[in-house]
Structure formats: C-alpha cells, structure tokens
DNA sequence: ACGACTTCGTGAAGGCGTTCACGAAGTTGA
DNA sequence: TCAACTTCGTGAACGCCTTCACGAAGTCGT
C-alpha cells in the first residue's frame, strides 16, 4: 500500500510459495477437478477445506500465495482456481516422464491410469533385462536400458522414475542426471546423492508401513505373549536372510 | 512423585518421539540392517548421517529420543541399535498386513518383497472381481471382499492396505475400520475419514510427480517454447514467471 | 440505498523441528 | 596415570509452518 506497488501485468512473485504449501495443491487440484466435474461453479474455503481434509485457514493461506482468487463473501471460482493451481504446478504443458526398471512395481506404475490422468505422459520404458525388451505396457514399449541417452535428448523428458532394484538405483540415478534429467522419483530403497540442481524424492512403501506399526505398537503396548519380558538376546528382526549376500539387499524388487 | 511409577523392566515411555523422528527411524535401520550384513559392529552419527542422508546432529537428536545408547568417543552398537528401533517400531512381532484392491498397484504391492524383508506380512489379499478371485499372488490367494470380516477376527490384522478405485476406497475403508483395523495405508487419490483412534496414511504417486513438476516449472519458465535446449542445463536461479496462457487441461479421475 | 451477513486475506502468536555449539564421557597411547 | 582425542547428548537459538483472530470487501434482501 504505502509502497510502491510493482504495476507489471506479470505476476511477479518472488517464489512466495512454501514447499508445505506445495505439498497440498495436487490435493486442492484433485479436490476442484472433482467439483468442476460436478458443475459446481464457485467453493467456500470451508468446503475445500472439509474435502481435502484439512482446515480452512490453511486453504486461505496456502491460496493466498498464488495471489487473490477468492470474492469475499463468496468463495473461490472453481475454473479459476484449478486452471490458477494447474499452471503454479507446471501442468499446463504434460510433463514427459521416463521409467527406469520394469519390474514388480514399475510394471504397475506403468499401466497406472492415474498419471496419464493428470498430466503425465510416460513416454519411455526402460529395463536391462532382455526377457522384458519389446513388452508392450499401456501402448509404450520397452527398451533397453542403453537407449535412455538417446530418448531423453530425443523427448525432452525432465522426470525419471526409478523402480529398480536398490542396488542398480544410484548408478541409474548417475546416468539420468548425465543425460539431462533434473528430477527424480525414486522408488529403490536407497538414498540417492545427486548434484545441487537436481530434485529428488523418494517413495519408500515399507516405510509406510513401519510408520503405523509404530503408532499401532503404541495402541496396544507389546503384549507380552508368554509372560516373559522383552529382553531377546538375538536379533528381534524377523529377516528370513536365506543366504547372506555382502551388501545389503534389503527390500527392493523381486520378481 | 506426583504419579505412581510403574517399574516394570520394560520401557514404558510415553511418547516423547516427535513424528518427524519417527519417520526417520525406518531409514536408521536400513541403513542399520545393511551395515550388520557386512559385520560393522559400531557406527558414529556422522557415517550413519551420511548414509542416511541426513545431518549427524539430527540423527543424535533422534536417537536421543529412544535413551541413550551410544557411547562416547565411539558410537552406537550397531546390533543395540539395531534391535532398539525395531521395538520402537514395533517390528518385534512381525505385523500383519491385509491388502484390498488386487487391480494394477495392489497387484505389484501383493508381490513385492520389500514388505516381507521388513517384517510385513500380507496374510490376505481381498478384491471384488470375481476373475481375481483365486488367482495366486506371491503364495497369498485372492478372496471375495466378503471374507474380510472372518479374515481379520481371525488372523488378528491390524493393518490394511487399500489399493481400490478412488470411488470404492471409503466404504472399503469403513468395512476394515469396523472389522478392526486400527491402521489403514490409502493409495486412492481420495480423503478417507475414519474415527478417532484409526491411523491413516496416504500415498499418491501422482501427488509426487506433481511436486517435482512445480519445481520443474521454476527451472525452466516454460515459455519460450523452443529457447534454449540443454546447453543452461543445470542453474536457472533467477526464475521469471511469465504469464502463461493457462490451458488447464486436467482430466478427471482415473480408476 | 443500506444494513446484515458471508467469506476472504493477513498480521500475530504459538508450536514444532532443525541447527548450532559445547560440555560430558568415554577411548587410546605413552 | 594422564593428557589428547573422539564422539555423544543436549540446552538454546533460529526458522518454518500452523493456528488464531479480525478487519476488509464483497453479496443479498428489503
């Protein structure tokens, strides 16, 4: 107000945008898409809040540092908000996706309708498996592993997806940012180290799952099954290792 | 003191372990598990940081959390450590985990093995299909969605896993809850509610991409569609938003 | 036109988590 | 034994995110 406004027509924001707030605009994209489908025209923060499963004064203020969409005294218009939401999140123009390891998962990931749905197109399938070349997997074939230069200065891809077993992960991770992908979703149960200017983000599924165990051992506080206290002398982990290879192989795909 | 203090030999914290530290906790032992396989008895918070991915002081603050279980001048017993997260976990007693939804994901989740390596077990696997129905998945067979009930008074699950259609994923979930199922890992793309004292994690994969796409987004403004190709690859910090003419094309749900 | 009502946008306060810095407590070597 | 060194454990400062509370700005009914 006292200060002098930048009158640009372009949105100059600095980058405003908190990485929390980031986080839950998939989850507002999911919940206006649902609306617009509907053809409901305006939203409360109230209600976006209720159906995204968060509070109403986080929606304000996440909303608010995209700029005013909101009418006081009326809502939010849904059109606006989702096409406003759409191009924060880089969705106006589909993101081109690579995936690397078409194994268990990626095979699943792969046929997944859910990217296509919003925005993602993948358009290359890669394994260094011979058996799994030429399958044919939701109209994308799979190629060999040594294409992947080939097609990411081909199709332009940014994004890679890693789902292969934890110990190729790093070295395929390597070769991705080589040929010019700067973002990573990796799947592999491993910590990948790549150079400033590439993101990563990982999906751990049995992290998950070892996340609730903990809340669910607290629910029902360790019952001690033969009245004996909790004092093993060997290892609690119940890993059925049948043989020991050197490193470890813990989790990854098993096919 | 003020309140009778049990003095049981089993540690009976309360819950002084923040959330954040528990969700680093999965990561410690990996990291943890893979050293033991190749005999390293003792590690420092700096290595294990490393190898983990994180800062040495946030890996003390977060073992600080569980007791005191390192040594000074030293580091941590590997093998303590190890078996003192697993209990913190609740991975003691392998948990129990029953999987509804064999479609795409559900399918890959059924078979993956980095569940078993960790402790999880899939004891039963639940779809409504009835040409799903006693196919064989990773030695579990598919059963009607009928037999959830019977299945989890009789195999004491206390974890779910809903793999279904987004548009199935709440009655699905209100079943489990009712059956008694405590802890629910959702991969629908929708909000489930569940009462008070139900856990419930959610991932969605496309939730992810749509992250790494916002951070896409800033690298490289988009606008010029044909600027510069991969020779500015790397930094691009002085991000300019141009307006873009938003084409908001997001499509609906998927399956 | 205008008061009543609804809802957004936002400063301020509070909470949680990370990072820093350093004393405490152990080991190692002579 | 004792000094030098390593590393843990932790109080304190800092920053990010959430929550609260309320003014601002619009709509609606009469």
Redesign the pocket.
């Known amino acids: 107000m006292t200060e002098l406004r930048r009158a640009a027509s372009v949105v100059r924001e600095r980058s405003p945008v908190?990485?929390?707030?980031v986080a839950?605009l998939p989850l507002y994209l999911r919940v206006l898409t649902s609306l617009a489908d509907r053809g409901v025209h305006t939203?409360?923060?109230?209600t976006?809040a209720t159906a995204a499963g968060?509070?109403?004064?986080?929606?304000?203020?996440?909303?608010?540092h995209l700029?005013?969409?909101?009418?006081?005294?009326?809502?939010?218009g849904v059109d606006l908000l989702l096409n406003r939401i759409a191009a924060e999140l880089g969705l106006t123009e589909d993101r081109s996706v690579l995936l690397v390891g078409v194994g268990n998962l990626g095979h699943a990931l792969a046929g997944y309708g859910g990217f296509q749905a919003r925005g993602f197109r993948v358009v290359a399938l890669l394994d260094i498996d011979p058996c799994r070349i030429g399958e044919s997997i939701g109209g994308v074939v799979v190629r060999p592993l040594d294409e992947m230069e080939v097609l990411v200065e081909h199709s332009r891809v940014t994004i890679g997806v890693i789902c292969t077993p934890a110990t190729a992960a790093q070295a395929v991770c390597d070769r991705l940012v080589a040929a010019g992908v700067t973002s990573i979703l990796n799947f592999a149960p491993t910590v990948l180290s790549v150079p400033a200017g590439v993101d990563v983000r990982k999906v751990d599924l049995a992290v998950e799952l070892q996340i609730l165990s903990f809340h669910e051992a607290r629910k029902r506080p360790a019952s001690s099954p033969d009245g004996m206290t909790r004092a093993t002398a060997g290892r609690a982990l119940p890993r059925t290792r049948g043989g020991g290879p050197l490193v470890g192989t813990t989790g990854g795909e098993a096919s």
Chains 1, 2 share one sequence.
């Open positions: 908190p990485e929390a707030t839950r939203v409360s923060s109230e976006l968060v509070t109403s004064a986080k929606v304000r203020k996440d909303l608010s700029g005013s969409y909101g009418t006081r005294g009326v809502g939010y």
